[in-house]
């Protein structure tokens, strides 16, 4: 606890350049870059964890047989994959790591709003997930899958189930107190004069991802401990066997388990809108269309569950609602990615690591996108309901959308934490490989699903063999292009060029500053940035201390 | 308190100004407390599904008794009013007034903790006897929690108060605040969940 001290101790005597003690990574510090971070650092170790479950999890199908491993392990592993992945690398990662990082910055503070509460709710995140996966060393992990329907979470193995539902409770918390958090930090924490629609648009994504993880990640704790009841104290909520009703648990996980969707993808929607503006040097197109979009999703992000369960039996009436709201939400997201076509027209483009990244995450989330809105419509998902056209579908969100965006915004924000810049060649070699081993891993999935390959089986019928060997040799590409990323990070801290503050020329707040930044993020005053996106007008005769986008709008063009 | 409002005080001065933290902090709790109604939100969703969609088996349907439930709402209520003189009195700097009436409000919290026991001993089921049974005590159980929580809280509270020597004071009682708030919350919680248990 020595390092709760830090801000105060720090604040009292003349700010200075970050220290470069890498310890203080280890620490329990409360300084929002710091946490920033650990949370990426963190979030990035579990995903090669989580990365290693999927490289094994594409070895067994790469053959019909189960050969490989053991049914119950293949459960394990399909288990410990999906929980990985959401709960411990793409939630920590695009809200915890780019939020905390990035907020304060945007509002025009020091710190974030509550800096200990801050740090507790990154340090539940390393003893979960390693809890989680010792299960699997301990008893044999949760063999239920990420959503732990009962009745199998009831019949598997309890122990493993327990661990899972504690682990998964303690990320929640950690991501409650996350959420609170960034929600005080925007709405109270801006500096004075800046108004809530001249924030850079990642703040909105960051405002309602909160919202959304405030309103829905209590309910997924009730139901895990009720669930926890039924397995430990042999209740009967859950459990048909006992008068007790499955549907509801369905019904109370999606409503946190939707909106989870959005919660991993709104934060990429700003972080994209972050970039793209910066490398086109225009303006991001429509910002009060995106800020009403973005709070569109909100609301009906929230209304849309049982979409995921029509073949629960669900009564006709809900599965009218259900597909009516799903395909609004075709909507606001529309606008989004028209907004920001729109906002690389006729914008000079520099084709670099982060635009590459951030426009394959365009052409990813669209397919994604529709696959989505064809699988809102009940006769089309009755007939792919859990088969390889959802796992095909889901991929291309939060691998396509999600972590291609948070690959783009270590390119972007690179330079800004360790003041170096990383290696172009190899940031697209990076990009080429990962863009065609996702499309090549997850495209012939869809054909997988449509011939009725059901998902979570370690065997399939032999037809289906050949597609599921390029589908595997996807995943090993996928895997590859992880290596010149991992050299391109660690060899960049230590001889990448100097980047100096503004090597993009950027007018977001964070780079009006030192890189790294200070540890109080300006010497002197925060600046008063008004206008985010005023690009428009030659280098030479922008002031980037001053820009004012209205004014350089007006004359520059 | 490491809470910093850097944005509205100069550097040297980060972490100084109590009156403002006071502010982010209960707005923090504020929303922390959206989020635990949420959870109930939750289990009172599953029990009004349960009701409508599972019907219990005849032989299985208790009546329950209402002079226990009502008297514990009224406990509850009162301890609310009479917390809110506490928080009266401390800003009018009676210490020892204030300290009072939060010994009252724990008191009635602690009646309302004893109560509770007496009904879950004299009523005819058990956790795992039938789901009405089970969500009747997760529901009840969940809220009991809440109000043990509250109850420490209160006495936390009541010792920072004491004069002299207690943190808590006319100018700075954050703690007393927070307290009050969470107290209310449950309150109000309970008030919902009476209704949806014991009326409907």
Redesign the interface.
């Known amino acids: 606890m020595t390092a709760?001290?830090t801000?105060?101790a720090e604040?009292?005597r003349p700010?200075s350049l970050q220290p470069h003690g890498w310890l203080r990574y280890l620490s329990f510090s409360?300084d929002h870059k710091v946490i920033g971070l650990q949370y990426l650092v963190c979030g990035f170790a579990f995903y090669l964890i989580g990365g290693a479950l999927a490289g094994a999890i594409r070895t067994e199908l790469a053959s019909p047989l189960s050969d490989f491993m053991p049914r119950e392990v293949y459960n394990q592993v399909l288990t410990l994959h999906g929980t990985v992945m959401i709960f411990l690398w793409i939630v920590p990662v695009v809200n915890g790591a780019f939020g905390n990082y990035l907020i304060p910055f945007y509002?025009?503070?020091?710190?974030m709003?509550?800096?200990?509460?801050n740090a507790v709710a990154f340090w539940l995140i390393p003893p979960a997930g390693l809890l989680l996966i010792s299960s699997y060393f301990i008893t044999g992990a949760a063999q239920s899958g990420w959503t732990a329907y009962p009745p199998l979470s009831l019949t598997t193995p309890a122990i493993g189930q327990i661990i899972w539902i504690l682990s998964v409770l303690l990320l929640g918390g950690s991501s409650?107190f996350g959420?609170?958090?960034f929600?005080?930090t925007i709405?109270?924490?801006?500096?004075?004069g800046l108004k809530l629609m001249q924030l850079p648009m990642y703040c909105w994504a960051m405002l309602g991802t909160s919202i959304l993880v405030?309103?829905?990640?209590?309910?997924l704790?009730?139901?895990l401990?009720?669930l926890s009841?039924d397995i430990v104290?042999?209740?009967?909520?859950f459990n048909p066997g006992?008068?007790?009703?499955v549907?509801?648990y369905q019904?109370?996980f999606w409503?946190y388990s939707h909106p989870a969707v959005y919660i991993m993808v709104l934060p990429a929607f700003g972080l994209v809108s972050e970039i793209l503006p910066v490398h086109c040097r225009k303006p991001l197109f429509g910002y009060a269309t995106m800020v009403v979009s973005i709070m569109a999703i909100v609301v009906l992000g929230l209304v849309v569950w049982a979409h995921h369960m029509f073949t629960s039996g669900t009564p006709p009436w809900m599965r009218l609602f259900f597909t009516i709201a799903t395909a609004f939400i075709a909507v606001p997201t529309g606008i989004k990615f028209f907004n920001w076509l729109a906002t690389l027209w006729g914008g000079r483009i520099s084709l670099n690591s982060a635009v590459l990244f951030s426009c394959g995450f365009i052409v990813n989330f669209v397919l994604g996108g529709i696959t989505g809105v064809a699988l809102a419509q009940v006769p089309f998902d009755v007939h792919v309901h859990d088969t390889y056209f959802v796992v095909a579908h889901f991929h291309y969100i939060v691998y396509g959308g999600s972590v291609f965006v948070i690959f783009a915004s270590i390119y972007h924000w690179y330079p800004k934490v360790t003041g170096r810049m990383l290696n172009e060649p190899l940031g697209r070699l990076h990009f080429l490989i990962t863009f065609i081993g996702f499309n090549l891993c997850f495209a012939p999935q869809h054909w997988l699903g449509l011939n009725g390959m059901p998902r979570r089986v370690a065997e399939y019928d032999p037809q289906f063999a050949f597609i599921n060997q390029l589908s595997s040799v996807g995943a090993l590409l996928m895997a590859i292009s992880t290596l010149p990323f991992l050299w391109n990070v660690i060899a960049s801290a230590f001889q990448g060029e100097i980047a100096g503050d503004n090597p993009w020329r950027a007018l977001t707040p964070e780079w009006l500053t030192s890189s790294p930044p200070p540890v109080?993020n300006w010497r002197g005053e925060?600046p008063l940035v008004t206008e985010p996106y005023g690009y428009g007008v030659a280098a030479d005769e922008l002031d980037l201390k001053a820009a004012s986008g209205r004014d350089l709008w007006s004359s520059g063009r | 308190m490491t809470t910093l409002n850097p944005s509205q005080a100069p550097l040297e001065q980060a972490g100084a100004s109590a009156e403002h933290h006071a502010d982010h902090r209960i707005f923090g709790l504020a929303t922390f407390l959206v989020a635990d109604a949420m959870t109930f939100a939750g289990f009172f969703a599953a029990y009004l599904t349960f009701k409508a969609v599972n019907p219990l088996q005849p032989g299985a349907i208790y009546e329950l008794e209402l002079p226990l439930p009502i008297l514990n709402t009224v406990l509850l209520l009162v301890s609310s009013f009479t917390f809110h003189r506490a928080g009266v009195n401390l800003r009018r700097g009676m210490n020892q007034r204030c300290r009072q009436w939060l010994l009252l409000s724990a008191v009635l919290g602690l009646a309302f903790l004893a109560s509770q026991m007496v009904e879950y001993f004299t009523l005819p089921f058990g956790l795992t006897d039938n789901l009405y049974a089970s969500t009747f005590y997760a529901l009840t159980g969940f809220h009991g929690l809440h109000v043990t929580l509250g109850a420490l809280m209160i006495l936390i509270v009541w010792w920072q108060c004491r004069t002299p020597g207690g943190r808590i004071t006319a100018d700075n009682h954050f703690p007393l605040e927070a307290a009050e708030l969470y107290w209310h919350f449950v309150d109000g919680i309970w008030v919902i969940l009476f209704v949806i248990l014991y009326l409907i």
Not at chain 1, 242 to 245: D, E, I, L, S, T
């Open positions: 709760t001290l801000p105060q604040s009292s700010p409360v509002v025009g503070a020091r710190d709003a509550f800096p200990r509460l409650i959420g609170i958090n929600i005080a709405l109270k924490l801006r500096r004075p405030v309103l829905s990640t209590p309910v704790a009730g139901t401990i009720l009841f104290a042999h209740t009967g909520f006992m008068g007790g009703n549907v509801v019904h109370l409503f109080e925060a």
